[in-house]
């Protein structure tokens, strides 16, 4: 019989990491991902041969060699993949923008934010450098009962058009909360993009996924891909293994499942095991939150009139900025616009990239694709996209002209290929921090556990591995 | 030649064995003022992800289980050799 001493489910970025971290030490470790190719949230796809990234906008997290204990250096270590391996490109400016009512811009040296806020903001300069300090001292990585960052930021900043300003690009990189996000969150997420950055290693994410299925295969870590899970076998108090789409029984000492918390709890067959795992129910747990984006690939002549020196735009055109999902199929009112071509040193190709993202409705788009009108779907797509290039023309100017190929995803898209219930990208508002169940041998990492963003998922693979089974065996 | 039963490490031989290590997570690490009675990892900036890895890699090296109650045995080079030095088998 066949037992693994780990079992990881979901070969996206922090089943990947947890797989090389067991692995190095020479102990057998098996990920199964359901998917043909890794990656999860963060992956690709070909289409007329071109590589289309889905996710990866930019890397949040990031910080020179030196920074020891930096989120992104510490990875680098555990992972055992030496920095100066990796062509790291860090962001220009990125730019916070309420159209004719304020705009923010943030780079990876926090001083310009302050500056910014200094400029524009004179009368809350004080309150946000006292909330800074406040901030830099909170541990978020400590189990505690859930606290409003919304309440936590108003009561430093009294002006409401800067929390709002604030809490913009960090809920659309990481809330898995309607309009607003616990205050460990917010920590991880401040950190993360205003006090260290964004940048993206040299290549496509598809370069990244490869170097790190090298270095899993390197130590010897074994994967399946396009092998689902459909049910985890359990005896009394612990998993004993899990039975995949085809029918196979895989034992493992122990488990970690990467596919989210409600998607985890789907594995369970029996009611017993489901109601033990979780007495919530799946549609309480899940998240609310999906997306749309749009893809385009654009001729030379766009870079005349695009902004060169913005990486990513996050506007907002509504009187009061809301993350949540919207009533319609698509909330244009606000977005984020990334450049995936202007970061420092990056080597132009022949057409540059543009990438809009939008809130969804996850219901109006499964009903659009359920319906029995089969052109049903493809021309809401259709309508959203063209409704969304007039108003990014607004702000970016107009780029239709210059589109030489252009795809878009929505929540069902997304849904279908990672496995994630509404296409909930950030997963559920409920985190589990330790990433402990009521099964003593299965572990949450990823998305779910609270880590977020790339560095953040593969940190949190690490970690549980680290945590729960490297110490014990 | 005959050769002893079990030969013990030397003290220098397992001090070379976690410089060794501990380079290898961190090939940066500076040892020229290295104090063997303090911390290691105050003193090498590492944190207690690392300091995990020259746990295993002992254990994968070498085959000794070090249990989680005895790892501030290793917190630093003197109290790591002082542990080691009966436990490990020169190779």
Redesign the interface.
Known sequence: MRKYPLLIIGGGLSGLAAGIRFA???QKVIILEKHSKLGGLNSYYHRKGKLLETGLHAVTNFAPPED??APLN?LL??LKI?RRNLILQEQYTSEILFPDRASLCFSNDFALLKKQVQKYFPDSAEHFSKMVTKLDQYDPFIPRPKISARQFVSSFLPDSLLVEMLFCPLMFYGSSEENDMDLSQFVILFRAIYQEGFFRPAGTIGDLLDLLLQQYKNFGGEIKLATGVTEILTENNRVSGVRTASGEIIHCSNLISTAGFPETKKFFAAADAASKFSNSFEDTISGRLSFVESIYFLDKEACQHLPKDRTIIFYNLSDTFSYRRPDEAVDLSSGVICFPDNFQEKVKEDSIQLRITHLANYDAWNNFYNDSDKTLYPAMKTLWVERSKKVVAKIIGNYSENIVYEDSFTPVTIERYTSRTQGAVYGSPEKIKDGKTNFENLFIAGTDQGYLGIVGSMLSG??MV?QHI???I | MILKEKDLMTIDEIKNVILEIIRDIDDEADFTNLDPSEALRDQLDLDSMDFLDIVMELRKRYQIQIPEADYPQLATLDSCVNYLLPRLEAA
């Open positions: 190095r030490f020479g020891k204990h510490r270590r555990q030496p690490v970690t680290n490297l110490n014990k």
